[in-house]
């Protein structure tokens, strides 16, 4: 067995089945205690709420590194399969979703229909909630697509992780997506608090790691000059 299939398989038994695993159970535990009758609306939230975590997730395993004082690579495989995931789901929510409201008139999700006030693109907040959610889907599938060492190579590693840094825009776009269709459907404040929990998180964790390679990159200079001074 060569190296790459060693470590593909390696992936997929420490990464892959574990986020496999957790993400059907908790989409199973969503899916199920929901009170929507149709499967459209409960796949719809079933998939909501795993999938922004798993973006969150894509985000702590950087700073995380740097908490821990473990080596911190271009790119890792922890990060690159928790993002696979994201994708997945994230695509997978969004397809769904398209068919929750306004049945057979997916279109009307992003522009006014003939009997309403409006004309045109569709600017309330059901619209905003909708477009942000479209340009987060457009980035993910970008992202997953080039989520892959064939696309690293080609790339090259500054034009690749400038593309991989599209991932905070995705996270952003997708909580104002949460917070707009939050509003929109009167969801309960316990559903809220837990995007506002996993916001906050993440944003906490982001700013410990850039604190971190501030320093980083501080310290040696310091140590540098200091006998030169003396």
């Known amino acids: 067995m060569n190296r790459s299939n060693h470590n593909l398989g390696s992936r997929i038994f420490r990464h892959h089945l574990p986020l496999l695993a957790l993400s059907s159970v908790a989409i199973a535990l969503l899916y199920v205690t929901r009170p929507y009758n149709d499967v459209v609306s409960r796949l719809s939230f079933a998939t909501a709420y795993p999938a922004i975590i798993l973006l969150a997730g894509t985000l702590f395993t950087g700073p995380m590194n740097l908490v821990l004082r ?41 522009v006014y229909g003939s009997q309403e006030k409006h004309v045109g693109i569709r600017h309330d907040i059901f619209g905003f909630a909708n477009y942000s959610g479209l340009l987060a889907t ?61 916001m906050v ?21 310091r140590d540098f000059e200091t006998p030169e001074n003396a």
């Not at 690293?152 to 949460?178: C, D, E, I």
């Not at 998180?201 to 982001?206: D, G, H, K, P």
Request: glycine fraction near 8%.
């Open 70 to 110: 473990r080596r911190n690579p271009v790119s890792s495989d922890l990060r690159r399969d928790i993002g696979i995931w994201a994708g997945f789901i994230s695509i997978l929510h969004a397809g769904v979703g398209q068919f929750v409201h306004l049945r057979g008139r997916p279109w009307l999700y992003y």
């Open 138 to 198: 457009l980035v993910v599938i970008a992202l997953f697509s080039t989520s892959n060492d064939l696309s690293l190579r080609k790339l090259g590693t500054p034009r690749w992780k400038a593309l991989q840094r599209w991932n905070y825009g995705v996270f952003a776009l997708a909580l104002m997506h949460s917070f707009a269709y939050q509003a929109t459907e009167k969801q309960t404040m316990g559903w809220v608090g837990s995007v506002v929990f996993c």
């Open 201 to 221: 998180i993440t944003v906490a964790i982001q700013t410990t790691g850039f604190l971190m390679r501030r320093h980083a990159i501080r310290v040696p200079v």
